[in-house]
């Protein structure tokens, strides 16, 4: 089947430079795409959503990025913190479905 | 604060063993879900139940079952375990319907099978 996936699976980032996280896609049905931030011990947690009809974005610290042109998705994050060291996945949904297909996932380190 | 939460943290269990995994919301959600999680393969649904006694099956359902009896638990079985079924098995929710794309994970279950 078609599939999400993460182009690297780790990162390390220095505290206070902006992370970007990239993920590549696809499914062309795919309506939604949603990042996800797992920290260790825990369950995912949800962070941010964008619809295909967008191409950008904005949370919190967060920015997310859709290129359709080419299936691609980021996911960036301003004056990384060390909070933010995790696994962050990114997940695909088609319009009317209840499910979302994740990627493998990136786990972020963030040095001091 | 919203909460999901999983019987057990660990669990070993032996090959051949019936296995009981539960799953409680206290979000009134009507959507629940069963994932595993694997290292590299990130998480793969195994079934979901959109309502009570309601469920479909994920894209791994093969050795699993499931049981929604009441609205705020979701049970996963597994019938006859076997070592491949080693995974961290994570339970989600989420409100009704298709456009909620937040879903609300509890904080796995890591099962060895011996």
């Known amino acids: 089947g078609e599939s999400v996936g993460l182009h690297l699976p780790t990162l390390s980032v220095q505290e206070g430079d902006n992370s970007i996280i990239n993920c590549a896609y696809s499914n062309s049905a795919s309506d939604y795409f949603i990042w996800y931030k797992q920290e260790s011990g825990k369950g995912p947690q949800f962070i941010i959503d964008i619809r295909s009809n967008m191409d950008k974005r904005q949370g919190q610290r967060v920015t997310v990025l859709l290129n359709k042109t080419v299936k691609h998705l980021s996911l960036q994050i301003a004056a990384t913190q060390p909070g933010d060291s995790a696994v962050y996945f990114c997940a695909e949904k088609e319009v009317d479905d209840y499910k979302l297909s994740f990627g493998a996932g990136t786990t972020v380190t963030v040095r001091a | 604060d919203v909460k999901v939460t999983q019987s057990s943290r660990y669990l070993v269990k032996r090959t051949g063993e019936k296995v009981f995994l539960e799953c409680v919301q206290d979000m009134d959600h009507e959507n629940m879900f069963w994932y595993r999680q694997d290292p590299g393969l990130g998480l793969r649904l195994i079934y979901f139940?959109?309502?009570?006694?309601?469920?479909e099956k994920g894209d791994i359902p093969e050795g699993y079952s499931v049981s929604r009896e009441k609205k705020e638990r979701f049970s996963l079985i597994l019938e006859s375990a076997s070592t491949n079924q080693t995974s961290m098995y994570l339970c989600?929710?989420?409100?009704?319907?298709?456009?909620?794309?937040?879903?609300?994970f509890g904080p796995g279950t890591r099962l060895t099978v011996l």
């Open positions: 139940s959109y309502d009570v006694k309601m469920k």
């Open positions: 989600a929710s989420s409100s009704a319907g298709t456009g909620n794309n937040e879903q609300f």
